[in-house]
């Protein structure tokens, strides 16, 4: 059972807009910035959005992050086949002083 | 360009030790913060420790007490010692520089297998 929630699948057709869910509490989202990653089959998972809405040099402008309280999410627009991969969320909890994930959401490109 | 490579993984028996090293390079390993995530076959992404550039050190609950997160800082290179192994913790473990307190650049990883 994962500290912050995803839903464990989304899906979406070539060039549609997909988002993507993350539920956590006040000692952790609510509280501090959110972390996306995202992890194609057989890689390491590379940074997607730092500090809840920022993306790292490099990072199409396709994806977006933004962030409401105790929930984040994650905006893919102009979907495309090669962002078909397992994308998850992350952020400190104050109250565990540990780093928390959420179990991540595998994206499909019907 | 920051680059990570772990190594060290392998197989080891449950009770057993085994210390992992993440080689940094194109940047300072003791002035960032630091982290170890690791990922079970087939499941998700779970953090196990921290390190920042003060010293201080963080452990998930899961490998308190068995986990020690270290640096050298000569060596531009990260560790951490892994005592009293336990069959759930068969990961894939990688090293990663963090952005704030979270991982940002992360290294390949390295297979750590518990198993009799």
């Known amino acids: 059972q994962s500290v912050l929630t995803q839903p464990p699948s989304a899906s979406g057709t070539p060039g549609q807009r997909v988002t993507i869910s993350c539920s956590g509490s006040?000692?952790?989202?609510?509280?501090?910035?959110v972390y996306w990653y995202q992890q194609l089959p057989g890689t390491a998972p590379e940074l997607l959005i730092y500090?809840?809405?920022q993306r790292p040099s490099g990072v199409p402008d396709r994806f977006s992050g933004s962030k409401s309280g105790t929930s984040a999410s994650l905006a893919i627009s102009g979907l495309r086949s090669d962002d078909e991969a397992h994308y998850y969320c992350a952020a400190w909890d104050d109250s565990l002083s540990a780093v928390v994930f959420g179990g991540g959401t595998k994206l499909t490109v019907l | 360009e920051v680059q990570l490579v772990e190594s060290g993984g392998g197989l080891i028996q449950p009770g057993g030790s085994l210390r992992l090293s993440c080689a940094a390079s194109?940047?300072?390993?003791?002035?960032?913060?630091m982290s170890w995530v690791r990922q079970a076959p087939g499941k998700g992404l779970e953090w196990v420790s921290a390190?920042?550039?003060?010293?201080?050190?963080y452990y998930a609950d899961s490998v308190k007490g068995r986990f020690t997160i270290s640096r050298d800082d000569p060596k531009n290179t990260l560790y951490l010692q892994m005592n009293s192994l336990r069959v759930e913790d068969t990961a894939v473990y990688y090293c990663?520089?963090?952005?704030?307190?979270?991982?940002?650049?992360w290294g390949q990883g390295t297979l750590v297998t518990v198993s009799s």
């Open positions: 500090r809840s809405n």
């Open positions: 390190l920042y550039s003060g010293g201080t050190t």
């Open positions: 990663a520089r963090d952005s704030g307190r979270a991982p940002h650049y």
């Open positions: 194109g940047f300072t390993v003791s002035i960032n913060y």
């Open positions: 006040s000692s952790n989202i609510g509280s501090n910035y």
